[in-house]
């Protein structure tokens, strides 16, 4: 059974930067489709990102693209989220998730694993 664990939240200002990571231990990471979910106070989870078993296809949410970028790392059992330009908006907490479907996984449900996840706050 894949643990995943995320780091690399913080707080920063409007157009700054933050680089997420997730460590996967546990089952056989290049065989899982990983992604990004947040979710905003008040709010319900948001899908973020995904990121196919073999890194070639990504996927993104329209409010992010242009400004993030998902990338993994099979050998390492890594997966990360660059965060660039960062909104107040974006301010949620970030969780890596992984979907036992394939190649790719684009909504919430499809996720059956997740990480504790990492608070990330944008001041304006």
């Known amino acids: 059974q894949v643990q995943l664990v995320e780091s690399g939240g913080g707080s920063v200002q409007a157009g700054g930067s933050l680089r997420l990571s997730c460590t996967a231990s546990g089952g056989t990471f290049s065989s899982y489709a990983m992604g990004w979910i947040r979710r905003a106070p008040g709010k319900e989870r948001e899908f973020v990102a995904a990121?196919?078993?073999?890194?070639?296809?990504?996927y993104y949410t329209d409010s992010v693209k242009g400004r993030f970028t998902v990338s993994r790392d099979n050998a390492r059992d890594m997966v990360w989220l660059q965060m660039n330009d960062l909104k107040p908006e974006d301010t949620a907490v970030y969780y890596c998730a992984s979907a036992p479907v394939g190649p790719i996984a684009t909504t919430v449900d499809e996720y059956d694993h997740w990480g504790q996840g990492t608070q990330v706050t944008v001041s304006s």
């Open positions: 990121i196919s078993w073999s890194g070639i296809n990504t």
